[in-house]
C-alpha cells in the first residue's frame, strides 16, 4: 500500500457518489476530488466558447486555456473555472446534457487524468467519477462501484433541481439519466465498467449513513487514529 491513502468511488450518474464522498472526506479528513465537477467544467468551457467538440485542434487549443481549482467553503467543496466559481452553473441541464459527449473526448480525458493523478500523489484523497477504479488509480486502496433503481436516481435527481429549475420534469431527468448512462458505458474512450476488485454498492435501499457506514468499514482496517 502507497503512503497516501485513495478511495476510488465509481458508478452512475445520480447514484449519490458525490454525497458518499463527501461525507468520507470530511470524516476522514481526506481531500475530495469532484472529477464528475471537472468534466462539467470543461464541458461549461466548451459551451460558452462555442468549441466544435468533433475538431481536435480546437479541443486541445481550449484545453490549454482551461485552469480548474479546488477549494473547501464550509466543509463543501466547491470548483473554479479560471478563477470564477462555477458550482452551480454546471449542474444546470445544459451541461448535464453534454457532458457525457465531452468526457468521451480523448485529449479532455487525458488532460483531467493528468491533474487527477497529480492530486493523489502527495494527499490522501476521496475521488468520485465513472472511471476512477479502472482508468485514473487502478491501484486505488478502496474501490467501491456504486448503483440503483434508475426510477430512484432520477426521483433523487429531480429533487436535488427542482429548487433551482423550477421548470424541469421527473420524466426530462429520467431521460437525461437513461441517456448518460447509454453514452456512459458505450462509450470508446475509458466507458464505465466496474473494476474486477471494486466492491458494489446499491443504495436504492440505504440511506447516506448507511451507505457511508458501509464504506467506512471497508476502509477502517487501512487506517488508524480515525
Not at 481549482?69 to 470548483?79: G, L
Not at 473526448?105 to 479502472?134: A, C, F, L, Y
Request: hydrophobic fraction near 40%.
Amino acid at each position: 500500500m502507497s503512503k497516501n491513502i485513495v478511495v476510488a468511488i465509481d458508478g452512475y450518474s445520480s447514484c449519490g457518489k458525490s454525497t458518499l464522498a463527501k461525507a468520507l472526506a470530511k470524516k476522514l479528513h481526506f481531500i475530495y476530488v469532484d472529477s464528475g465537477a471537472m468534466y462539467r467544467a470543461v464541458t461549461l468551457y466548451f459551451l460558452r466558447n462555442n468549441v466544435d467538440q468533433s475538431d481536435i485542434s480546437q479541443v486541445a487549443e481550449a484545453l490549454k486555456n482551461i485552469h480548474l481549482n479546488f477549494h473547501s467553503r464550509d466543509y463543501e467543496t466547491h470548483i473554479t473555472l479560471n478563477d470564477e466559481e462555477v458550482s452551480e452553473e454546471i449542474r444546470q441541464m445544459p451541461v448535464s446534457d453534454n457532458v457525457s459527449a465531452v468526457s468521451a473526448i480523448h485529449d479532455v480525458r487525458v488532460e483531467m487524468v493528468k491533474q487527477q493523478q497529480r492530486m493523489g500523489k502527495s494527499k490522501n484523497i476521496v475521488m468520485d467519477g465513472r472511471d476512477i477504479g479502472t482508468a485514473v488509480f487502478p491501484h486505488a486502496d478502496v474501490k467501491i462501484f456504486m448503483t440503483a433503481d434508475p426510477k430512484v436516481r432520477a426521483e433523487r435527481r429531480y429533487k436535488e433541481m427542482i429548487g433551482k429549475n423550477p421548470d424541469i420534469t421527473l420524466e426530462e431527468v429520467f431521460k437525461n439519466i437513461a441517456n448518460r448512462d447509454y453514452q456512459d458505458t458505450t462509450r470508446k474512450e475509458s466507458p464505465l465498467v466496474r473494476a474486477d476488485d471494486a466492491i458494489i454498492l446499491d443504495n436504492t435501499d440505504l440511506t447516506p449513513q448507511q451507505q457511508l457506514d458501509f464504506a467506512l468499514d471497508r476502509i477502517h482496517p487501512l487506517i488508524t487514529n480515525i
